[in-house]
C-alpha cells in the first residue's frame, strides 16, 4: 500500500508543534502500525532527517506504552486493540492517516507522539496497592472470594495503564483509570483494610494531577483495548460515597 501520513511533530513541551506530512510507499498489510512507523523513521534517519518519536514497548498489547491518535480515535479504529497490536490490513491503499498524540492537559507532550503520563503513577502512589502484611501464597480456596467478585477484580486487573481513556474522554478524565486500580483491590479480601482510605486517596490524586471531571460520557470504555465497563466507574463511585459518609459497605454490592 502508498500511505499519506500526517504525523505531529513537536520537538519539546516548550514547542507550538505542527502536522507534518510523510509519504509512505510499499506497505504490507500484514505490517503493524508501529512497523509502519519504524519502515518511516528508518527512511528519515537515511535521509538524515529527525526520526519521529513514540512511545512502545512489549508490542504485544500488555504494557500500555503505545499511546497514538489515529485517524481521531485513540489506538486507531479496531475496538479492543492497542496500536502496537493494530495491522496495516485495517486501511486502504491511498489512505491519508492522521497520527497525533494523547491529548489531555494532565499528559503533557514530551517530543512528537510521546507524552507524560507520570499523573497515573501519582494516583497509583496514592493508595493503588496494599499495605498490610498478607504472608506467602495462601492454599487455594482458603480465603472464599464470590466467584462474581474474583471476575470483577480480575476485568478491573486488566487494564494496563496505556491512557486512551483519558485520551478519548472529552472532559480528559482518567476516573476509568483509577476506578479500575481501585475496583481490582476493593473487591478482594486483601483490599479491605484500606478500602475507605484508598478510594478517597486515589480521587484526590487524580484531581490534584489536572484530570477533568467524569460526566458518563463512556468514551473511555468505547477505546479501552481491554474493554473495561463503565460500571467500574460505579463501583468507585459507591465506595468513594461510603468513604466520605463513613458508612460501610459490602464488598461486591
Request: glycine share 10%; aromatic share 6%; hydrophobic share 35%.
Amino acid at each position: 500500500m502508498n500511505l499519506t501520513l500526517r504525523i505531529w511533530r513537536q520537538s519539546g513541551p516548550e514547542d507550538k508543534g505542527r502536522m507534518v506530512k510523510y509519504q509512505v510507499d510499499d506497505v504490507s498489510p500484514d505490517m503493524s502500525f508501529l512497523e509502519m512507523l519504524d519502515v518511516l523513521n528508518e527512511r528519515l534517519i537515511l535521509a538524515g532527517e529527525e526520526p519521529v518519536a513514540f512511545d512502545h514497548d512489549c508490542r504485544e498489547g500488555i504494557c500500555g506504552m503505545c499511546g497514538l491518535m489515529i485517524n481521531g480515535d485513540a489506538h486507531g479504529p479496531q475496538r479492543g486493540t492497542t496500536a502496537c497490536q493494530l495491522h496495516m490490513r485495517q486501511f486502504s491503499d491511498g489512505e491519508t492517516i492522521d497520527i497525533e498524540p494523547w491529548r489531555a492537559r494532565a499528559f503533557p507532550v514530551i517530543k512528537d507522539l510521546v507524552v507524560n503520563r507520570n499523573a497515573f503513577d501519582k494516583i497509583i502512589a496514592a493508595g493503588g496497592y496494599i499495605t498490610a502484611p498478607t504472608g506467602s501464597a495462601p492454599e487455594a480456596h482458603s480465603v472464599p472470594v464470590a466467584k462474581a467478585n474474583a471476575d470483577s477484580a480480575f476485568e478491573s486487573a486488566a487494564c494496563i495503564g496505556c491512557g486512551a481513556c483519558v485520551a478519548a474522554c472529552p472532559n480528559g478524565s482518567g476516573m476509568l483509570f483509577t476506578a479500575a486500580k481501585v475496583t481490582q483491590l476493593s473487591l478482594l479480601p486483601q483490599g479491605q483494610p484500606e478500602r475507605y482510605t484508598r478510594v478517597i486517596g486515589m480521587v484526590d490524586a487524580h484531581d490534584e494531577a489536572g484530570f477533568g471531571g467524569c460526566t458518563n460520557a463512556g468514551e473511555c470504555t468505547a477505546v479501552c483495548p481491554k474493554g473495561i465497563p463503565l460500571t467500574t466507574i460505579g463501583r468507585l463511585n459507591r465506595d468513594y460515597l461510603a468513604a466520605t459518609t463513613k458508612q460501610g459497605d459490602t464488598p461486591g454490592t
